[in-house]
């Protein structure tokens, strides 16, 4: 993303919002479509450029077309990206159950493949285009309320006076440690492994493939760009979990993985970035602490196996700036402030149960169980009613 040079922040708001992520740029934009006044700070002076989340669902799509009724928003987005229709489920090469997207009641049936730094230049823009701007780089220190207001104070010294703050500031949130919110849930055992590579892979570009296998999971997706210079191999995603990753995988190491998981599937030309990091799975106990308030990773954690997170949050980013709009113009605020929660909680809950589902029967061990787990799921896949349920919570369409 492009750098922002360093932005005083006013001292007074409504509402501040801290973390420039997707859900902190989704409630910004939502806020300055309902004319609320608001300040948007993050810590880094410039927005990562690494891909992160690599996939947006339906459900945001549709959310960035009320964003932008023109459509300009999610027609750029898709511009950007690679809509894929099918979600491919496999143990190893062997394929199990196959969930179509191309049939979902949306105008977006489809996943779209693009890598999270896309997806915030574009909502970014929009700000923009709405002539507002993150104020970078400000980290919050400290989040003080009292019965007016709250004092935000930034790690330079200089404070902030709101009604509101919003944490979408992720999973170790400033703003959820201030008000004093649980955020309840554990961790996997396995380590994830996050890889960016150009590869030749037998599946092709059209489908998202999640493997299963005795080793662990491993999902398997498209990024933009095609073919290569040269057509050696095209971009692709890998997020794997393994009992022990290296902190910073290399070529070998990715090349091995998929080797053991995949045999004879892929062939890696080049690794162009990777990481290693421990999921939780975890739900913050309430959404709402007086003026203090949460979204996206500082309210909900989870596995990265349907691809949800960044698109669960962008949509609580949309729902709270709704909320915040009706609440600016109610005789009772907190009725709206708590209906987001209501609405947007249980949500989160349905999301961390779903992929927890996922991740454990993907990394199931025993002999027995992966037996059973991959003669069931043919036979499960071929029932419509639950094959499209399926592809409708993971692109979260049962959420509107």
Not at 148 to 171: E, I, P
Not at 313 to 330: K, N, T, V, Y
Not at 351 to 361: E, G, H, I, K, S
Not at 366 to 395: F, H, K
Request: hydrophobic share 45%; no cysteine; aromatic share 4%.
């Amino acid at each position: 993303m492009t750098s922002t040079a360093a932005l005083p922040p006013p001292s007074r708001t409504d509402v501040a919002v801290v973390g420039a992520g997707p859900t902190g740029l989704a409630l910004a934009v939502t806020l300055a479509r309902a004319g609320v006044d608001f300040v948007l700070l993050d810590r880094l002076a410039e927005g990562a450029n690494t891909s992160r989340a690599a996939v947006v669902h339906a459900r945001t799509l549709e959310v960035l077309d009320e964003l932008d009724p023109s459509g300009a928003l999610s027609a750029e987005l898709v511009g950007l990206g690679i809509p894929v229709t099918r979600f491919q489920v496999r143990d190893g090469a062997r394929p199990l159950a196959t969930i179509p997207f191309d049939g979902l009641p949306t105008a977006h049936p489809y996943a779209l493949m693009v890598p999270q730094y896309e997806t915030e230049a574009v909502l970014l823009r929009r700000l923009r285009a709405l002539g507002h701007e993150v104020h970078r780089p400000h980290e919050v220190v400290s989040v003080v309320q009292d019965p007016d207001g709250v004092t935000l104070t930034t790690a330079t010294g200089a404070t902030l006076r709101a009604a509101r703050v919003v944490g979408a500031d992720g999973m170790h949130s400033a703003v959820r440690e201030a008000a004093g919110i649980g955020f309840t849930g554990s961790s996997y055992g396995e380590s994830f492994v996050l890889a960016d590579v150009v590869m030749d892979w037998a599946p092709g570009a059209d489908e998202v493939s999640l493997s299963f296998g005795a080793a662990g999971l491993t999902v398997i997706a498209p990024l933009p760009g095609g073919p290569t210079a040269g057509g050696a191999g095209s971009r692709f995603r890998i997020v794997a979990t393994v009992d022990e990753a290296p902190a910073e995988p290399d070529l070998a190491f990715v090349r091995d993985l998929l080797d053991e998981r995949v045999p004879g599937q892929a062939v890696v030309h080049s690794l162009a970035w990777s990481s290693r990091f421990r999921v939780h799975h975890r739900v913050a106990d309430r959404y709402r602490a007086g003026r203090l308030l949460l979204a996206g990773d500082a309210a909900h954690v989870h596995s990265p196996a349907g691809g949800q997170g960044m698109n669960t949050g962008i949509q609580d980013g949309h729902a709270l700036g709704l909320a915040l709009a009706a609440g600016a113009g109610s005789p009772d605020p907190a009725a709206a402030l708590d209906a987001y929660e209501a609405l947007r909680r249980p949500v989160a809950l349905r999301v961390v149960a779903l992929t927890d589902r996922m991740t454990r029967v993907a990394t199931t061990r025993g002999a027995v169980p992966r037996a059973a787990r991959n003669a069931l799921l043919p036979l499960l896949a071929r029932v419509p009613a639950l094959r499209d349920r399926l592809a409708r919570e993971l692109a979260e369409l049962d959420y509107r």
